[in-house]
C-alpha cells in the first residue's frame, strides 16, 4: 500500500512539474486590448513612443498632426507598405511615399487623425492595430474609416521598439457621425 501512495504521489508531483513547466513558455498566446478613450496623448507635447503597438499608432497621428515626415520615417520599418482600400474596391499599393509627401507640406495642427476603439491583438514581436478614425484637416471633418496596422517589434535587449510593417486603410461614408455609429 505504501509503495502505491508513493507511486501515485510521484506521478502527481510529475504531473503538476510538468504543467508548471508549460506555463512558462517563450511565446505568449495572442491578447486583445481595447484602449480607452482618455489614452489618446496631446498630439502638440507627446514624444515619439514605440513602446506599445497602441503607442506607436498613436505616434504615426502625431507625426501628421506635426508634418513631421522624419518622424514618421522612424515609425515605419524598412520597406513597410502602406495601403488604400477604396470604396469601390480598388486597391492602391503605395501610398506611403504620397502620405509621407504630404505629411511634409502640413503645418503644425492642420491634419489631426483621431483614433478611438483602438483593438491590439498581439502574440510575442507580432501585433496588430485596429484603429478608427476621423481624420479632420484644417478643422473641417474630410475622412472617416478604419486603419489596419501590422506591426514588429523591432527592439533588442529586451526593450521594445515596435515599427509598422504594413497598413491599410479604408474610408467610409458618413464621417460626421462615424464616430457614434462606430
Known sequence: MMKANTAITLCLLGCLLSACAHTVQPLTPSATLTAPDD?????????????????TAYSLM????RGDPAMADAIFAPDARLIRLRR?????????????????????????EELFDLEVKQSGKLASVW??????????????G??????????????????????IDVQAEGCEEFRDRY
Open 62 to 65: 502625431i507625426a501628421m498632426y
Open 146 to 167: 478604419v486603419n489596419h496596422l501590422t506591426m514588429a517589434d523591432m527592439g533588442e535587449d529586451g526593450a521594445s521598439e515596435w515599427r509598422i510593417v504594413s497598413g
Open 88 to 112: 469601390d474596391g480598388r486597391v492602391d499599393p503605395n501610398g506611403l511615399s504620397s502620405w509621407r509627401e504630404w505629411v511634409g507640406t502640413l503645418d503644425v495642427g492642420q491634419a489631426e
Open 131 to 144: 484603429a478608427p478614425f476621423v481624420i479632420r484637416v484644417d478643422g473641417v471633418v474630410r475622412g472617416c
Open 39 to 55: 489614452t489618446t496623448p496631446d498630439y502638440a507635447t507627446a514624444p515619439l513612443d514605440r513602446s506599445t503597438p497602441q503607442a
